[in-house]
């Protein structure tokens, strides 16, 4: 099997340009981010349109044309070393169909992002190159720990990452090994179907999502499993799942690892054989650990668990 690339490790004094590819962001929120770029010895390069703003029934980063142009100058210019996406939102979708990478197959990069970036991430991968599903540069309102944008400048400078979690009581045990893929669950049910899609044959499948009512989040599930995709993986990962259910549910289930959102999925999944962890600490919330999409991954699912790229 052709391994995915990976891109060339950073060096002090790199440029990493800071895009929006989706949602509208204010310079306020971009600050601390921006910040710590510069404190870790690299250099952000912010895109032409990143503070842009554009209304068309979603508050997007400037319009279509401007976030397109962005991001395919910070895909391209060869000065730049890796691509942040400032925040998540929606509007990558508009982006996929216009996306060029003649100069950045010659010079691959890291794009780091999640949530609604899971669909740059699954055009990427479908191109043959992995990227970060980790935090962007906005902190949310739950807020993001120190150690999560370090694993992050970790991944950049050629480290990989290991982790090391409790058992959980919905998980299935056993060993398996394989190509990550996945990232927020809504955008991988946004793509199925279509050529840009991930494809699921023999993958261990990572989800995580926030703000979906329960029935919407069983929606999505049952997508995936009359799409045969529970039929081809060979691991499921699953992360944070927050704000979920409407406003009276909850008030009940408030944690970032929905019990609920849980036990909806691993009622789903009982009859399927394949090793299962929940409670990954990736995804709308604040303990938010990078994962590399497209990366090898092992999976050790016991008293321990272990996640080892």
């Known amino acids: 099997m052709k391994k995915n690339i990976f ?141 999560s944008y370090d694993l992050i400048f970790d991944i950049l400078k050629g480290k990989t990452p290991k982790y090391t979690l409790k058992s959980h009581q919905f998980n299935k045990e056993g060993n398996t090994e394989g190509e990550l893929i996945g990232g927020n669950l809504a955008l991988i049910y946004a793509l199925l179907g279509t050529k840009y899609s991930f494809k699921f044959k023999d993958k261990i499948l990572f989800i995580e999502d926030i703000g979906e009512n ?40 408030e944690e970032s690892f929905d019990e609920f959102a849980y036990q909806l999925i691993s009622d789903r999944i009982l009859k399927y054989k394949f090793p299962v962890i929940f409670g990954f600490p990736n995804g709308h919330i604040k303990d938010n650990r990078p994962l590399i999409v497209g990366g090898n991954v092992k999976l050790k699912v016991e008293d321990k668990v272990k996640v080892e790229f």
Not at 220 to 228: D, K, P, R, V
């Open 7 to 147: 891109p060339k490790p950073l060096r002090t004094g790199d440029k990493i340009a800071v895009i929006s590819p989706a949602g509208a962001v204010d310079t306020s929120q971009l600050e601390k981010g921006i910040e710590m770029i510069k404190n870790k010895g690299f250099v952000p390069v912010l895109g032409e349109h990143l503070y842009a703003k554009f209304s068309n029934g979603y508050n997007y980063a400037g319009t279509e044309q401007e976030r397109i142009k962005d991001i395919n100058w910070a895909l391209n210019d060869h000065e730049i070393s890796a691509i942040w996406a400032s925040r998540g939102g929606y509007g990558c979708q508009h982006l996929i169909q216009h996306l060029k990478l003649k100069h950045f197959t010659k010079n691959p990069k890291w794009y780091i992002g999640y949530s609604d970036n899971t669909v740059i991430q699954s055009f990427l991968l479908g191109k043959g190159f992995a990227s970060i599903h980790g935090q962007t540069i906005k902190t949310s309102s739950f807020g993001v720990t120190e150690e």
């Open 214 to 253: 329960f029935y919407a989040l069983d929606r999505m599930i049952m997508s995936l499993e009359l799409a045969g995709v529970f039929n081809k993986i060979s691991g499921l990962i699953v992360g944070g799942m927050t704000n979920m259910g409407d406003e009276k549910e909850n008030k009940q289930y």
